[in-house]
């Protein structure tokens, strides 16, 4: 019996080997990266290299990829168009981002910017298109990190990130079911005004409404451009001790980057 198991052993990690070296998909990452580290990989024909890495404690970040070589079994150091890598940002099960066709002239690729709860972990999915070719790229995850920023997961007024005067706060809606709350405490009575700006590089727009609760919503959101600077949200009269909630939502496009602020005006 005992040279049974061991031979039932020995087929084990024998048929172990053979479905790594067959290249099925495990569950286990094969690398991990660090914020703000610029690290080199390789992979081999279809191979896929699953990349792990932790969303920041403060802030959001992006991904940028680069493919610095392709080399065909000859050992020879080739570029051709129709040889690239695909990137696939993965959350919680999800595709956050995917890019294909990343060829050696395309240098570097970035993700639009994401904010994910801190510490959460997010896998980066990098294989190549061709056979007989060993692919070397580089990766980097760069934390777009500003001194004041929304702090996920604020998807509910419950969980709202909270904001003082003076101070202009960062966030990001990551996409069509992002939604970032955030709460104002007053400290002495008087009026407040609630202002935001839509910082995406390209055209769009991001929702912002006023609550006076956190279910009792204070007159209809305000659209905001990129492009248009500054814009009022709502000016409110307030009680010392009194809460007042600013729900930022999907608007035009996803990953929308937007600035809020309040202000004492009287």
């Excluded at 802030?59 to 168009?81: M, Q, R, W, Y």
């Excluded at 904010?115 to 760069?142: E, I, M, Q, R």
């Excluded at 609630?194 to 305000?222: I, L, M, P, R």
Aim: hydrophobic fraction near 30%.
């Amino acid at each position: 019996m005992k040279g049974l198991k061991k031979v039932f052993g020995t087929a084990a990690a024998l048929m172990a080997a053979i479905v790594v070296a067959g290249g099925m998909k495990v569950s286990a990452a094969n690398y991990s990266i660090n914020l703000n580290e610029e690290k080199e990989f390789s992979s081999n024909n279809y191979d896929e290299n699953v990349i792990e890495f932790k969303a920041p404690e403060n802030g959001g970040f992006h991904i940028e990829v680069v493919l610095t070589d392709t080399i065909n079994s000859k050992g020879e150091s080739v570029n051709f168009g129709n040889v690239w890598l695909s990137a696939t940002m993965v959350y919680n099960y999800k595709t956050m981002w995917n890019s294909g066709s990343i060829n050696r002239d395309k240098g570097w690729t970035s993700s639009p910017e994401y904010c994910l709860p801190a510490g959460s972990t997010v896998s980066l999915n990098v294989k190549g298109n061709f056979d007989n070719t060993t692919y070397k790229y580089k990766v980097k995850v760069v934390n777009d990190a500003d001194k004041y920023y929304e702090k996920e997961d604020n998807g509910t007024a419950k969980k709202a990130t909270s904001i003082k005067v003076k101070k202009a706060y960062s966030g990001v809606i990551n996409d069509g079911d992002d939604v970032d709350w955030f709460v104002f405490k007053a400290k002495k009575a008087g009026k407040y005004k609630f202002s935001a700006v839509n910082t995406e590089n390209h055209h769009g727009w991001t929702s912002f409404t006023g609550y006076k609760t956190k279910s009792k919503k204070d007159g209809n959101y305000v659209g905001i451009y990129n492009e248009r600077g500054w814009k009022k949200i709502k000016t409110v009269s307030l009680k010392k001790g009194q809460k007042y909630y600013i729900k930022v939502a999907h608007g035009y496009n996803d990953n929308a980057t937007y600035k809020l602020k309040v202000k004492k005006v009287k």
